[in-house]
């Protein structure tokens, strides 16, 4: 059975708005403004329901489910039905993935992967395997971080080489400019050809080329070699797999000995009032925005209950444990809203 935040009469309606949602005629578009306006009432005293249980009710939503069972958001299906729904999401979303998340996150987004980034503090020769890369942004991240680290480091060098010509400074700056330096390479893997699509054509855009490629594969079997990476990175990626510890084991497999396991998720906020505000904003606001941007309610309801269901961090610290890897620790940033979880395969 369903967490009951979307009754039958809740999803009659969001199909609805979902259709008339297209900007187009003015009637049309008032319709959808109302529309809007009725789903965010219907909303807002579920919402108050939730919030006069307390968190219980939230991490009530954690809760076990049967066999063969798994979660959509706050709904109960079947696995299969799951990996079926999560790849509709990210399909009808792909187009707006990137407006959405900076008018979601008010561009906090950028900064958590960028801390992700330096957290990693990748060197020129890192092999990095980006899984559920989606559009691409740890990927970018990934290539301008290694080229900056290269630069530097040869800045060092002609600095302690007084007598160089300037053909011998220019040839050492040529060298590496066309391919990633050190070799470096980036593999951004999804299951979504429509996010990968999305990431390409910002990769063109952007200029990124050399050192990075896009793979469609499914984070729980991926379509790597053992022992194959330096890093392995996921960014809100994770509370989508429907076997989240068969991608961990994936995660380790595919790891080198030494290599290093990051994950970047939505986790549980520490401070109560911070909480309540969050709550507030994500039921209230975010499918709101998800309706006027993206034209789709459903999928950014689905974002907001997908972060409710994904286990707390010390509870997925011990996944991560329990897949194998060592020295595995968490770092909450914005009072817990994401955290990054660190794991080592020794
Ligand atoms: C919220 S997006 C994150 C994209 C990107 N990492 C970022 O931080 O912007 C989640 C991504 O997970 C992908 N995904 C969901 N289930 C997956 C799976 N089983 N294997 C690989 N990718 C998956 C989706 O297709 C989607 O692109």
Redesign the pocket.
């Known amino acids: 059975m369903g967490f009951p935040l979307a009754g039958p009469e809740a999803s009659r309606d969001s199909e609805t708005r979902s259709a008339s949602a297209k900007f187009t005629p003015l009637p049309k578009m008032a319709a959808s403004i109302g529309a809007v306006t009725s789903r965010a009432l219907h909303s807002r005293r579920y919402h108050r329901k939730l919030l006069s249980g307390g968190r219980g009710l939230f991490s009530g939503a954690r809760r076990l489910v049967a066999e063969g069972e798994t979660h959509f958001g706050f709904q109960n299906v079947s696995e299969t039905e799951k990996g079926e729904k ?1 790849y509709h999401v ?1 399909e009808s979303v792909a187009k707006k993935y990137d407006i959405m ?1 900076d008018s979601m996150s008010l561009g906090i987004h950028r900064l958590w992967k960028d801390i992700l980034l330096h957290q990693m503090n990748p060197y020129p020769g890192t092999q990095l395997l980006d ?5 691409g ?2 990927a970018f991240r990934f290539i301008n971080y290694v080229r900056s680290q290269w630069e530097h480091q040869i800045k060092q060098k002609l600095k302690s080489h007084q007598n160089l010509s300037w053909e011998e400074i220019s040839k050492s700056y040529q060298e590496e400019e066309l391919k990633l330096p050190g070799g470096s390479q980036v593999v951004v ?4 050809k429509e ?1 990968l699509k999305v990431g390409k054509q910002k990769a063109q855009h952007l200029g990124y080329s050399e050192g990075l490629s896009w793979v469609v ?4 079997e991926l379509p790597f070699n053992d022992n194959k990476f330096d890093v392995y990175t996921i ?3 994770i509370r ?2 429907t076997h989240i510890d068969q991608a961990l084991q994936e995660a380790y497999r595919v790891l080198k000995p030494g290599g290093r396991f990051l994950c970047l998720e939505f986790s549980q906020v520490n401070n109560p009032l911070i909480s309540r505000l969050y709550d507030l904003y994500s039921f209230q606001v975010i499918p709101v925005l998800g309706e006027i941007i993206a034209g789709d309610w459903k999928s950014y309801q689905y974002l907001v209950e997908s972060i409710r269901r994904f286990p707390a961090q010390d509870e997925f610290k011990a996944m991560v444990e329990d897949a194998g890897f060592l020295k595995v620790e968490y770092r909450n940033l914005t009072s817990g809203i994401v955290a990054i979880h660190s794991g080592f395969k020794l």
């Open positions: 999560v990210f998340n899984v559920a890369g989606g559009t942004d740890i893997c999804d299951i979504n996010m594969g499914n984070a729980e960014a809100f990626g989508n797999v």
